[in-house]
């Protein structure tokens, strides 16, 4: 069988492996000064958005992504009142914080207000909580937002990013996470979608030494499936300022009074626990 036009494909070049998505009917293009934004009607994976090529989310497997970069981070803090969003335009990350009745505000800083304002339009249910009062939206620099930000005046930090290639490479680096370190409360933490662990491990390990490096006491990675991504497998990567990431809320976890479809208490204690070659990469 061949792969007709009707078909969406994206070329990871690099990795040597691609996925593709049946019937996509594009439904809206754009250059934005930032980047290209795509908008396609899927055959069995609903709406897709794509930038500069790569997916973004899908309706149908978008949850898995979205509850593991929040809950866990959010869970394995005792108090998170104060959050900010980096990256995230499409809303689904701001949507999973603000099911925490312990949040008090989250700042979404989104670079390319567009993202936002597509997801309105073909996310709806991505931005159900955007008139939230708790919720603040600012588009533009989120490296320049959190240098802004005053001393220990957060308590969880979520990048929510395309891959580390251009605009997002910034937010991978050293100097960028040394003033999340500087932002965050003593108990703080941050969490960063941190690609393949399969594809990427090399990456993920960049990651453990430069968050040490500046500082953070404990960084640890989970894993989760996500289907339309490169390899169909994605990770997370958290740094605590002070202390262990170890442990979490978990009867809050268990009793939380809003609905998850694959976060739950058990699936947070196994996510952190890493396959050999991937312990390996990032500890030998
Ligand atoms: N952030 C994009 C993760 C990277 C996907 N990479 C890829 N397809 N090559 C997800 C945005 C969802 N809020």
Known sequence: MTLDASWFTEIAPGEGIALSLRGARKLHAEQTPFQTIEIYETETFGTLMVIDGCVMLTDRDNFVYHEMLVHPALFSHAAPRDVLIVGGGDCGTLREVLRHPEVASVVQAEMDERVTRLAEQYFPELCAANADARARFYFGDGIQWVKAAPAASLDVILIDSTDPVGAAEGL???????????????????????????????LIRNMHTEFRQVGFSDVKTLTFPQVTYPSGWWSATLARKQGEIAGFRRLDAENRLFPTRYYNAAIHAAAFALPTFLRDALFR
Do not use: I, N
């Not at 996470?177 to 703080?188: F, I, K, S, V």
């Open 172 to 202: 991978f680096a050293a100097p960028f996470y040394a003033e999340c370190l500087r932002a965050l409360r003593t108990d703080g933490l941050m969490a960063q979608q941190s690609e393949s662990p399969l594809l990427h491990a090399q």
